[in-house]
């Protein structure tokens, strides 16, 4: 289904008001050594730890990891929704680390955020067109009549009824909420969307229908995403590049054709053979792919781990790894990891793919 | 494979509705399956399509009222479990049927100790047991490290792995011949959710027990079950070997499930998936539940339900054209 946007100008020429930022070389956002710690001061919560990325026009980058890993905190960061400790984001070339006030405000018209639970995040004694307007409203945008042609063009665009923007959130489905949550975020014409989660609280044949829309918005408008899952099947299917993160570090970045193939740090491979999927499942029945199944949990993040963060779990791990943290390097033309045998896992997985990798599915 | 010694349970044509009698909503309407000894079998499909209903009913846990048992039967060895006296149902639940739900934080007691918790099941169903023994011994077989100490913890002081570990203790104690497990892993991180399932695959090998395993997630039947049930608005639409049904989907909405979700090696180009919504169990469309959403639908799909029809023996699909798919 191919979203029509008729609405498309309408914002632009709202939005078309002078802006403190522009574009470098493709580049839309830029995070340079980003902490973010909680907690106090003497053992804090290193909830992103050091963590860098680029996001460019038009692009989809993924930011994948288990529950604590930091990377709901590095989309808040982006969004300035909390406090960051150290590191800078560059939006368009500029810095807005520190950015208060109306710059700000400004910034955030371009910087949208789509939640993870749609119902949570809308008022639900608002009804949904008054939530969108809200948004119009807050930014200054148009007088009542404008903002309420607006909210339709809007509800029309992200494939919803504009007859049901009377109606209240809990007349509306768990996929139809979640449409709503991306319509509002949209209202202000950003460039880019940081998806939290957005299609973890639904079901499944929903799900495909939301992702759907977000690539064909993304298409349709030149949006940039930044999208955060736990999710790598989905991932995979929304993202050109992805970063896999552990402990508030990421571990493995680069293009997700190269990582899904060839994982070059064993968290990544252990998550790649984790993640229930029915091609490998029907696989492994004839004995074909074997599951790594990692050992424990997740450590405190309030605990330092001397070395490597994820020695404690890991299933090749060495002497080395336990005194020396390894830094994110490259390994690939298309591929960066923060394991120091990287390079043994990649052989070792180049040979074994010429054998079960090939006709898996 | 199909001989009626190695039935464990057998539904026929259960329906369990909600409500008042005159107006319900029938979240099961009509449902039957046999689940088979030491066999892995999965009920498949999404919210509101009535798999965990079904799930409680096979040991009368549909708590009455709201719930109506609204007809059919659930065969446990020769035995009606619907008709069951209250005192034969409760020596059942437990010893022969047991129970892992999706939020081990949810199920546990939060002001109770591990330990009593496991040993509450001990002692109401094998007296004269050490039950602290025995509830060491139970928690080595789920590999939860240091059980003697972790007997005196409190729920919060254990990860989600290790509170759903404790879960399947409990459900064990009484090796039961059927365990089931509905969304065991779907609260639960990927690299936790690998060890829980290596977990029950583990323990379903040693122990020969029947696992009826209720989930949405297709990659995880994939990997784990023998026999798949897909569910949709409260009816099973297709039934057959997991490899069958997952490989060749005769009817439209296993393969529209099928389509909806992304492979990890991503090489499908656009997913279409299914279009619409699940219908409202207060408004359901006629004939085929599924018309509204189906892409292959035709007029005598709006109006006449069709019935199960085999494709091959132990492979039924609901559809009219399952022939053309």
């Not at chain 2, 109401?124 to 490290?145: A, F, K, Q, T």
Request: glycine share 10%; charged share 25%.
């Amino acid at each position: 289904m191919v979203v029509p946007m008729p609405f498309l100008e309408g914002i632009m020429s709202i939005s078309n008001r002078p802006m403190p930022f522009s574009a470098v070389d493709g580049e839309l956002l830029r995070v340079e050594d980003l902490r973010v710690y909680f907690g106090h001061h003497k053992a804090p919560v290193r909830a992103v730890d050091g963590v860098s990325l680029a996001v460019r026009r038009g692009e989809s980058v993924g930011l994948v990891g288990e529950s604590g890993c930091g990377k709901t905190t590095v989309g808040r960061a982006v969004m300035k929704l909390v406090e960051i400790i150290e590191g800078r984001i560059l939006f368009g070339g500029y810095d807005i680390t520190s950015l208060r006030g109306g710059n700000l405000r400004e910034y955030r018209k371009q910087a949208q955020m789509v939640f993870q639970d749609p119902y949570g995040s809308l008022n639900a004694r608002m009804p949904v067109g008054q939530a969108i307007e809200e948004v119009l409203h807050v930014h200054k945008r148009g007088d009542r009549a404008q903002r309420r042609k607006q909210a339709s063009e809007l509800f029309h665009a992200v494939g919803l009824n504009p007859e049901y923007l009377g109606r209240y959130p809990h007349e509306f489905s768990g996929g139809q909420r979640q449409r709503i949550g991306i319509a509002r975020a949209l209202a202000v014409g950003p460039s880019l969307i940081i998806a939290d989660e957005p299609v973890s609280a639904l079901d499944v044949s929903v799900q495909i229908q939301i992702l759907n829309l977000l690539r064909d918005l993304q298409r349709n408008m030149g949006l940039s995403y930044l999208f955060v899952a736990h999710d790598l099947s989905v991932v995979r299917y929304m993202c050109d590049r992805i970063m896999v993160m552990y402990l508030g570090k990421i571990v493995e970045s680069g293009s997700s054709e190269r990582i899904y193939s060839f994982p070059s740090h064993p968290y990544t491979e252990a998550l790649l053979s984790s993640v229930p999927d029915v091609g490998k499942g029907l696989d492994s029945r004839k004995g074909g792919s074997k599951r790594i199944v990692l050992k424990g949990d997740m450590p405190s993040p309030t605990r330092q781990i001397p070395g490597c963060p994820f020695h404690t779990r890991c299933h090749r791990a060495r002497d080395k790894c336990r005194v020396d943290a390894p830094r994110l390097r490259r390994v690939h033309p298309y591929q960066w990891s923060a394991c120091h045998y990287a390079e043994e896992l990649l052989e070792e997985n180049r040979t074994a793919s010429g054998t079960s990798k090939s006709d898996a599915f | 494979m199909e001989t009626k010694e190695n039935i464990l349970l057998e539904v026929k044509d259960l329906r369990v509705h909600f409500g008042d009698e005159h107006d319900p909503v029938r979240a099961v309407d009509g449902i039957s399956f046999s689940i088979h000894k030491g066999e892995t079998s999965a009920l498949v499909g999404e919210s509101g399509c009535g798999k965990s209903v079904t799930a409680m009913a096979l040991a009368r846990l549909v708590p009455q009222p709201p719930g109506i048992y609204a007809g059919g039967e659930i065969y446990y060895y020769g035995n009606d479990v619907l008709k069951m006296s209250a005192r034969r149902l409760r020596q059942m639940r437990g010893n022969d049927i047991s129970y892992v739900f999706q939020d081990p934080s949810a199920s546990l007691n939060p002001v109770f100790r591990i330990g009593y918790q496991i040993g509450e099941v001990l002692h109401l169903h094998r007296r004269g047991l050490n039950i602290r023994n025995e509830s060491i011994e139970l928690m080595r077989l789920v590999g939860i490290p240091d059980p003697a100490n972790r007997l005196d913890s409190y729920p919060h002081e254990l990860s989600g792995g290790m509170q759903q570990r404790v879960m399947i203790a409990m459900a064990l104690a009484c090796r039961p011949k059927l365990l089931v497990a509905d969304e065991p892993t779907t609260a639960l991180d990927v690299t936790i959710q690998a060890q829980i399932l290596e977990l029950l695959a583990s323990l379903q090998q040693r122990l020969g027990m029947a696992v009826l395993l209720i989930t949405h997630n297709l990659g995880l039947v994939a990997g784990m079950a023998h026999r798949i049930h897909v569910m949709y608005s409260g009816r099973i639409v297709e039934s057959g070997f997991a490899e069958d049904v997952l490989l060749h989907p005769r009817h439209p909405y296993t393969r529209g499930l099928l389509n909806a979700v992304p492979r990890l090696n991503g090489v499908e180009g656009r997913l279409e998936g299914i279009e619409g919504n699940v219908p409202n169990p207060r408004d359901m469309p006629s004939g085929c539940k599924f018309h509204p959403r189906c892409p292959y639908r035709r007029e005598v799909c709006i109006e006449r339900e069709p019935a199960d029809e085999e494709v091959r023996e132990g492979w039924l699909s609901r559809c009219h054209f399952w022939r053309e798919l």
